[in-house]
């Protein structure tokens, strides 16, 4: 298996403008996570998801973030606006039903100047 | 509330020397204890846990990690430290139903001195 797959690694945007985060979960797992990294706050969970549904959304920072799980293989974080303060590192995590081992994707860079 | 603690920023070791990078945890429960280490651009990788049973436990690159109740604590240690062994290292607790939120302390930037 490929692992987590996140894309791009790499987004540059402008203040204001939409930005559309990527990942494809490994095949057969069920969870998949949201996680921001920052210097300030480090690792911090955005949102989990179950089985597609979101459980525990409580870590999105604001209404300007939002979370989609369409199918068991892809979920997307967007940020609408996007601000400087939304500057950070995305990683995306899935892990097995009943598993507790979390394999994370390679991260999305996001600079928004 | 959920919480863990890294008290080392950074740490620096020589070569070949032993390591030990600290972790306290503060949960109500019995903790679910991991250990991850990041390499410079890349993702979170699991060296080891910790559920239940021996509170040493062994993981993956020579790491080993001790559970200690009475002190909260989950200590990382290596005996001899390599140079690919440069990285940033967290440690997280399970917490919520099932374990599934990780929350992790701030990290510990290892270098490695030749």
């Known amino acids: 298996d490929a692992g987590v797959i996140q894309s791009p690694r790499h987004e540059v945007t402008e203040m204001g403008q939409e930005v559309t985060l990527r990942c494809k979960p490994i095949?057969?797992?069920?969870?998949l996570f949201w996680y921001r990294q920052t210097m300030m706050r480090g690792l911090e969970l955005l949102i989990y998801?179950?089985?597609?549904?979101?459980?525990?959304d409580s870590g999105m920072p604001e209404d300007r973030f939002s979370a989609k799980m369409p199918n068991a293989s892809f979920s997307t974080l967007k940020i609408q606006p996007s601000e400087p303060r939304d500057s950070a590192v995305y990683f995306c995590a899935s892990k097995e039903a009943g598993g507790w081992k979390a394999f994370f994707g390679q991260g999305t860079r996001l600079t928004v100047v | 509330a959920q919480s863990v603690t890294q008290p080392d920023i950074h740490i620096t070791v020589s070569e070949g020397a032993s390591l030990e990078l600290r972790c306290n945890y503060s949960y109500g429960a019995t903790p679910y204890l991991f250990w991850y280490v990041q390499s410079p651009g890349q993702g979170l990788q699991l060296l080891l846990k910790?559920?239940?049973?021996?509170?040493l436990v062994q993981g993956i690159k020579g790491f080993e990690a001790e559970f200690k109740r009475s002190q909260s604590s989950f200590n990382l240690r290596k005996p001899s430290v390599h140079w690919s062994d440069a990285a940033e290292y967290f440690c997280?607790?399970?917490?919520?139903?099932?374990?599934?939120?990780?929350?992790f302390g701030s990290g510990t930037r290892l270098l490695v001195r030749p």
């Open positions: 997280a607790v399970g917490a919520g139903d099932s374990s599934y939120k990780l929350i």
């Open positions: 998801f179950n089985n597609n549904v979101p459980i525990d």
């Open positions: 910790y559920f239940s049973g021996d509170t």
């Open positions: 095949s057969g797992h069920n969870s």
